[in-house]
């Protein structure tokens, strides 16, 4: 059985460029719709997914950019149905702890610092505007997530030129699970 690709955007979604949403056109994984992307509020968020990963029994892989990667760090340290996950893969996540963190994003203080528990992937630009590579790198080994570094490629969004982007595709792959044989 194919796991469900859970897209998770981040703050104000994925626009019609983004990879999240030519994942969506090209492959059928399914968007995580939020209420309120514009003033997002942690615990509505995590019931949302909770929700989502709940309304099936196969088991999902989550897809998070952004904010996303804080909203599975949130959701895993508190839910009772983590074992329907297979793996995560967390893109660019970002600082909510910064100074210069816009008042909207408030409500996601204290990061969740938690280890995982399943399988991540951390993905990180080295020049990422709202996070620093050695903060994403801290946020990553305390999830217990692999840390892969992209190199300069700004917040990994549309704006970074990634287009269908197989090369996250391909880490998103990494995360399934081996097919197994019956014989």
């Not at 399914?30 to 709940?54: I, K, N, S, Y």
């Not at 895993?76 to 967390?90: D, Q, Y």
């Not at 790198?137 to 917040?155: C, F, I, N």
Request: glycine share 6%.
């Amino acid at each position: 059985m194919n796991p469900r690709i859970l897209l998770l955007p981040g703050w104000l979604d994925s626009g019609p460029d983004h990879w999240q949403s030519r994942w969506q056109a090209l492959y059928g994984d399914t968007r995580v719709e939020q209420a309120d992307w514009e003033w997002p509020r942690r615990g509505d968020w995590m019931a949302r997914l909770e929700d989502v990963v709940r309304a099936e029994p196969t088991p999902a892989l989550l897809v998070a950019h952004s904010l996303g990667c804080q909203l599975v760090a949130a959701w895993a340290a508190h839910t009772r149905h983590a074992h329907r996950v297979l793996g995560a893969l967390l893109v660019a996540p970002p600082d909510t702890e910064r100074d210069d963190t816009p008042p909207q994003l408030h409500h996601w203080r204290p990061i969740v610092r938690q280890r995982l528990p399943f399988p991540a992937i951390a993905l990180i630009s080295t020049d990422d505007p709202y996070c620093r590579a050695e903060r994403a790198a801290e946020m990553a080994h305390q999830w217990g997530a692999r840390l892969v570094s992209l190199g300069p490629k700004g917040h990994l969004n549309h704006a970074s030129g990634l287009g269908d982007w197989p090369e996250g595709r391909a880490w998103l792959d990494a995360l399934r699970p081996a097919p197994t044989s019956d014989s």
